[in-house]
């Protein structure tokens, strides 16, 4: 069975993704839904998941796949997805956790105690919960790989990002952890994005984007796309010899002190978002 998404042509060409089934988590729009959409176009059988039931239905639909809704911090959502894609397509190869959630917001002295196990439900319980469930019900038997985003923002501090930051580089290690304990069979590597356009930065690139692109080595915020050719790229065979990986996405963000004297002005923004109280 091959996706009636998938395009001809060579921009996939030594992928070996044709025919494989994949789950991409919070897929309905963002990286996730880039992601889940070049996949498709390689030939995958795309399994989309988010909470909205009438988006996944929609995404599902469009990309020629399947879809469940629903929480990554429900364990029994992530065991419908397993058994859901295996009773579809009678196999797991590729795993992109890529469902976060940037909640608490704020400085972490404020954070309430009971709010910030969410934090780390979604971006880091769910992806370990998700590979031990796609590893014992295929992996383990037939081989696969898995990218976890994470952010580049994980490798330092940021205001009011600190529930986000520690989970995400709790992410961090768990993908390099997972990556020695399930090889030879399974590859586990990470992609980490700048600030790219979509739903979730919005309050970051939106209110100033040209000042944002300007004091960013490459010139431009990043787009959907952008990441989602780097995680396809890390979950198909042409990435057969890399497990353990953190692949930067991110228009020179990291460089940038090199490229410009310029303040920092994400985290400007990050500093004076206040978010909606709940
Ligand atoms: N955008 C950036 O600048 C940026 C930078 C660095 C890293 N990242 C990372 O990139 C990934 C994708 O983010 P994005 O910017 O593409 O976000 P987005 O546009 O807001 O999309 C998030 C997707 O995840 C789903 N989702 C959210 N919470 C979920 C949950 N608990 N369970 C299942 N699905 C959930 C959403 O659908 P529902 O709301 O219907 O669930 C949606 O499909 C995240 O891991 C994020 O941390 C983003």
Redesign the pocket.
Known sequence: MTSSYALKGHAFEGYGLEGRAAVV?????????AVAGQLAAAGALVCV????PD?VRSAADELGGIGVSG???DPDHLREVTELTLRAFGRIDVVVN????NQPYGPLMEADPDAWPEAFA?NVEAPLRLVQRAWRAWMREHGGSVVN?C???AAHVGPNVGAYGTS?AALLHLTQQLAGELAPKVRVNSVS????R????RFVWEPGEEELAAGLPLGRIGE?EDVARAVVWLASDAAQWITGADLLVDGGTRVRTAYSAREYAVHDRLRSYAPPRS
Do not use: C, F, Q, Y
């Open positions: 988590t919070g897929a309905t729009r963002g990286i996730g839904r998941t988010a909470r909205d988006e929480s990554v911090a890529n469902a976060a959630t979604v985003v952010t580049e923002g995400k994005p700048g600030l790219v979509t739903e979730m930065a959907p």
